[in-house]
Nanobody, 116 residues
Framework: QVQLVESGGGLVQPGGSLRLSCEAS????????MGWYRQAPGKQREFIAL???????NYGDSVKGRFTISRDNTKNTVHLQMNNLKLEDTAVYYC??????????WGQGTQVTVSS
């Protein structure tokens, strides 16, 4: 089992920045991918970014050029640096991990609100 704990959400004005973090514990050595999804009220969960064990990254179209994902393997932690935040970035952000057997794990979510 893998446990994921997110931190760093909050309220920010449009154009501002936030940094989310997610720490994995438990059977974290089996993790092959870590990343982020988000879900806004009334919408489906949306892919944001991921980071693989071999250092590959991938981003959703809506955040390319504004968000950056990074991973600290020594701490089993993944970060999401979010810059130039927009009103439409408001959502609950979920940390995601997948092990080598493609079993998915989810964090509890952290709220990000962009508002003036």
């Amino acid at each position: 089992q893998v446990q994921l704990v997110e931190s760093g959400g909050g309220l920010v004005q449009p154009g501002g920045s936030l940094r989310l973090s997610c720490e994995a514990s438990g059977s974290s050595l089996s993790i092959s991918v870590m990343g982020w999804y988000r879900q806004a009220p009334g919408k489906q969960r949306e892919f944001i970014a991921l980071f693989t064990n071999v250092g590959d990254t991938n981003y959703g179209d809506s955040v390319k050029g504004r968000f950056t994902i990074s991973r600290d393997n020594t701490k089993n932690t993944v970060h999401l640096q979010m810059n130039n935040l927009k009103l439409e970035d408001t959502a609950v952000y979920y940390c995601y991990a997948r092990n080598s057997n493609y079993v998915p794990y989810w964090g509890q979510g952290t709220q990000v609100t962009v508002s003036s």
